[in-house]
């Protein structure tokens, strides 16, 4: 993979798009995260993801000079491959953070909206411009979104078509914080060690409770919690933080 790197450390694993100027989301990038994501989705030892950037920018969404050279039937086929790689990242069975700097516009932002936490650097200018462009969003954006911050809110961001300073995304829910532009990394990193040091199989079973049981009706969703529940009753994870509060120490959990 020539624009994506993914590298694991202090057990945190970070996935870096390295496509510049702008990380445009072109056939070669949007190849690239697919095969980063096909990789990721299927590897036990990753307890958390950070999303980011080599660049100064997250990612300006579409690559519009390739678009120009595409055909309609060209399109009609890209445009879900891109929507793919979005819904690929939602569906990681761990949880992801998103460290967000510079330009995350259009499908940068939808790329944001994937995951599961989003961390911007004050520079940040983030939004959803398709309407601009005379179209929609197509990646998630018209869905998420409104999931996320409440659907009056996301037709203020989809149909104004405006960029939005990190200010504005934090009072709006799309941000859960923002830092210095210095301090991205750090920050993002520091988030996910926290996480990463919880259990990797409640870490799992809890995203699965609350992505499959949100469009449920509250009885059915509780027994979606419970069925997840059971799934950590044989760790040995669990036992281990038992035996790890008695004995007043921090526990040291496998995945088991």
């Known amino acids: 993979m020539s624009t994506v790197l993914v590298e ?146 996301a037709k203020r961001w989809i149909f104004g078509a405006e960029m939005h300073d990190a200010a504005a995304a934090l009072a709006d829910g799309v941000a859960d914080r923002v830092v210095a532009t210095d301090q991205l990394d750090d920050a993002a990193h520091a988030l996910a060690m926290t996480i990463a040091a919880n259990g990797p199989v409640a870490l799992r079973l809890a995203k699965r409770a609350i992505e499959e049981g949100a469009d449920l009706a509250l009885p059915e969703a509780l027994q979606k919690e419970w069925d997840c529940y059971q799934g950590v009753l044989k760790t040995a994870d669990r036992v281990e933080a038992l035996v790890a509060f008695a004995e007043q120490r921090a526990p040291k959990f496998e995945g088991r």
């Open 8 to 153: 694991a450390r202090d057990g945190v694993t970070t996935m870096t798009l390295d496509s510049p100027p702008v990380n445009a989301l072109g056939r070669q990038l949007v190849g690239d995260i697919e095969q980063a994501l096909a990789a990721l989705k299927d590897d036990a030892t990753v307890r958390c993801l950070v999303v980011r950037s080599g660049g100064k920018h997250f990612c300006a969404g579409a690559d519009l000079k390739e678009r120009r050279t595409m055909t309609e039937d060209e399109v009609r086929a890209f445009v879900p491959r891109l929507a793919g790689v979005c819904h690929g990242l939602a569906g990681l069975p761990f949880p992801t953070v998103a460290a967000v700097r510079g330009a995350a516009a259009g499908g940068g932002c939808e790329l944001a909206l994937g995951c599961d936490m989003r961390i911007l650097a004050d520079d940040t200018r983030i939004g959803l411009r398709e309407t601009a462009l005379a179209i929609i969003p197509g990646a998630g954006g018209t869905q998420r979104l409104p999931r996320l911050i409440g659907p009056a809110k």
